[in-house]
């Protein structure tokens, strides 16, 4: 059957793709930074947001940080010896898996492990996260809550009754374990 010229995707983004011209720009800020800095640091990112994000960003602000596409990184340093900027740095394109990121600075290794190993991003629970700790709601009345969250509460799976206006949890209700992971229900009842 012929196919139709009528039938025409039509694209309703107003982003436009990046190009080869974008790529090549950043494959040559990168090569620029491996030769201004003289360290450089491979990250690993494990659903890091917003905030995270710029706090790394103000903490660095001398240094370079690019989060990007891993095989855009992995052309700017060198894939195979022949090709690397620097001697070994086709080592680090072999680690480059998964949500990463590199830190091109000039401070120490000490400084920048002692760092990395204590920042850890405060966010809210999210479904598909660790439970940090057990969380038991106990048996009674919920008087935070109006009398119209009742069906949205129950909707979570909270075993509630309304008595005179007042939310009440009928029995005690585990909302996660402690090292489980979350679904999106129970985040929502730890908000």
Known sequence: MPKSKRDKKVSLTKTAKHGLDWKKKTVTELREAGGEYANIYLFHVV???GPGLRELRRV???SKLFLGKNKIMSIALGKTPESELQPGMHKICERIKGECGLLFT???EKEVCTYFENFAEKDYARGGSLATETV???EGPL???AHSM???LRSLGLPTTLKRGIINLV???TVCQKGQPMNPEQAKVLV
């Open 106 to 108: 000039n401070k120490s």
């Open 47 to 49: 659903g890091m947001h």
């Open 150 to 152: 009742e069906p949205h």
């Open 136 to 138: 038991i709601l106990e």
């Open 171 to 173: 029995k005690d209700y």
């Open 60 to 62: 660095w602000r001398e």
């Open 143 to 145: 008087e935070q809550f």
